[in-house]
């Protein structure tokens, strides 16, 4: 015997959900740290070569040299200078040269007398680059050594090898890390409270389980509003009958409580005409009939008899329909005309199609997505909060393989279901 899977709590999928994020975003932090920082060790190299070899070309003693144009005296008298610039600057090589690009002086004192390998400018001006020398690929700077008159009398080239750049970059990799480590620390650590959190309130509840709770409590409430605006209206309407018959207007009282039976009947002979006819559905349409018209809006019910079951269950057709006319409602109240008109009827493909119009401004393009975000409402919060409703409408429909549109001329919130039995893919 199989034991059943056991599927995870929203608690465990928020911590899940917020630790994977936190880990994504580490990760993203940490390569754009890395390429930063090499990014930053390149540009710190190009920098000191490119004023190393600047401050040595423009020495003193390095143009006198160069204008001597004794190779030999020039060697011995600039090696020990290079050198000492090599150990100064963090250098791998500073290599001094005739125009001709004959080395003057090299860290390797065989080299000294052969020709420079890298470019040497067309025209005297510095040059940066990355070449292949004797030392291996290296970031190098040659800048013209040029005399008083503005002759030039050499060049001087500055580098620092690819080995040592990776070397300062390995050197600077675990502050990195350590950001990185610290982030996703903070993030697990923010998961974990989140986590407690969506537990205090929702428990061990999988997800399913508790948008079938917030449908159930959103289906009581919306029933609960209709049944109480349908009572009011009734009591009022039964109080003023009562009054009139101890008038003697027996004829006044008997149109007021006519009128009662006959508004409810009609709607009642439209819900019941339907094969499949959902009793709750009945019961919301005739509650919000009255919640209309304490509202003052004019209320128009359409349920064409051969609609076919709907594969929701009553409180989640409660849930969807009710926050539905609420909104409508809501709006329609706002215009001068103030009207709502809900429609009921079967689909091309089989299906059910509700309509839910109003007289209402509509509702922007731009907000459009955003209206069925959990939390996102236009309208001020009251004690039951907003934001919920719609966003609810939106998963029961998908979860049941529908879909959810607004249309405008007039603004029409359009439900598809698919036939009972069946999910669109």
Known sequence: MTRPRRTRSVASRVFLVLLSAAFV?????AGFLVVETQRAVQAEAERVTAVSAATVAASGDVVAALRSRDREAASAALEPYALAVINDAGLDFVTIMTPAGVRITHPDPEQIGSRYLGTIPSRPAPFTETFTGTLGPSVR????????DGALVGWVSAGVTTESISETLLRRLPLSLAITALLIGVGALGAWFARRVARSIAGDLPPGTLRDAVSSYESIRTLGEALRAQTHEHGNRMHTAVALLELGR????????????????????????RRHGDPTVGALLLGKASQAKEKGVDWRVRIEPDTPRSQLAPVDSVSVLGNLIDNAMDAAATAAERWVEV????????????????SGPGVPMELRTRIFEHGFSTKPADAHGRGVGLALVRSVVEEAGGTVEILDSPTTFRVTLPPAGRRTS
């Open 25 to 29: 975003i580490g990760v993203l932090v």
């Open 250 to 273: 027996t004829k006044e009282a008997i149109d007021i409580l006519t009128e009662t039976s006959r508004e409810s009947q009609f709607l009642v002979d439209q819900v019941t005409a």
């Open 343 to 358: 429609v009921l009827r079967p689909s091309d493909a089989g299906g059910i199609l509700l309509e839910v119009a109003d």
């Open 141 to 148: 700077t040659i800048v013209p050594v040029s005399a008083d």
